[in-house]
T-cell receptor, first 111, second 116 residues
Framework: QQQVKQSPQSLIVQKGGISIINCAYE??????FPWYQQFPGKGPALLIA?????SEKKEGRFTISFNKSAKQFSLHIMDSQPGDSATYFC??????????FGTGTRLLVSP | GAVVSQHPSWVICKSGTSVKIECRSL??????MFWYRQFPKQSLMLMAT?????????EQGVEKDKFLINHASLTLSTLTVTSAHPEDSSFYIC????????????FGSGTRLTVV
């Protein structure tokens, strides 16, 4: 079953705090794990992505932590800002074939 | 980087009519295009995979006779919603098969379809 489970469904974080979103997958053949940010009425925009041979990747305030044995990966947003308020999706694919998306997390960063 | 141009960005149509959505890869040749549908406050669900020069592959539960996909060239894939009904109102978005140019997937800007 090619599913990606995402939690939490919604998240409220104070400005300057850390936002953490978690995902778990089942298909061990997945080899590409991106995170997307989506604003209302817009398409998803790639934030950061990781391959399974790396346990962590950081780009600016965004970090992916990857645990291959547990089949889990997470997104950390450091110093969260009100402008980060959006819906975040994790996803996974094998060999750059179809992307399977998580259910999404609605993040609200309070001023 | 890779660019996928999707048109129209929004469309309103009457129930029973057909609507065509186009996705063009502007600076690369896309042999594969994935079509997704997103209902309000839900995730992106894959509808079908279009392959240049061959029949599209549809996901389970997606009516291939209702959602016609054509990928006649390496730069153009189209999705036609035939005999649209209000329940087809959704956000449709395409993405090129990843890893071709920019190590990842490039999404079109999406089409908001409203059927009245």
């Amino acid at each position: 079953q090619q599913q990606v489970k995402q939690s939490p469904q919604s998240l409220i974080v104070q400005k300057g705090g850390i936002s953490i979103i978690n995902c778990a997958y089942e298909n061990t053949a997945f080899d590409y794990f991106p995170w997307y940010q989506q604003f209302p009425g817009k398409g998803p925009a790639l934030l950061i992505a990781i391959r399974p041979d790396v346990s962590e990747k950081k780009e600016g305030r965004f970090t992916i932590s990857f645990n291959k044995s547990a089949k889990q990966f997470s997104l950390h947003i450091m110093d969260s800002q009100p402008g980060d308020s959006a819906t975040y999706f994790c996803a996974a694919s094998q060999g750059f074939q179809k992307l399977v998306f998580g259910t999404g997390t609605r993040l609200l960063v309070s001023p | 980087g890779a660019v996928v141009s999707q048109h129209p960005s929004w469309v309103i149509c009457k129930s029973g009519t057909s609507v065509k959505i186009e996705c063009r890869s502007l600076d690369f040749q896309a042999t594969t295009m994935f079509w997704y549908r997103q209902f309000p406050k839900q995730s992106l669900m894959l509808m079908a995979t279009s392959n240049e020069g061959s029949k599209a592959t549809y996901e389970q539960g997606v009516e291939k006779d209702k959602f016609l996909i054509n990928h006649a060239s390496l730069t153009l894939s189209t999705l036609t919603v035939t005999s649209a009904h209000p329940e087809d109102s959704s956000f449709y978005i395409c993405t090129q098969g990843g890893g071709v140019v920019n190590y990842g997937y490039t999404f079109g800007s999406g089409t908001r379809l409203t059927v009245v």
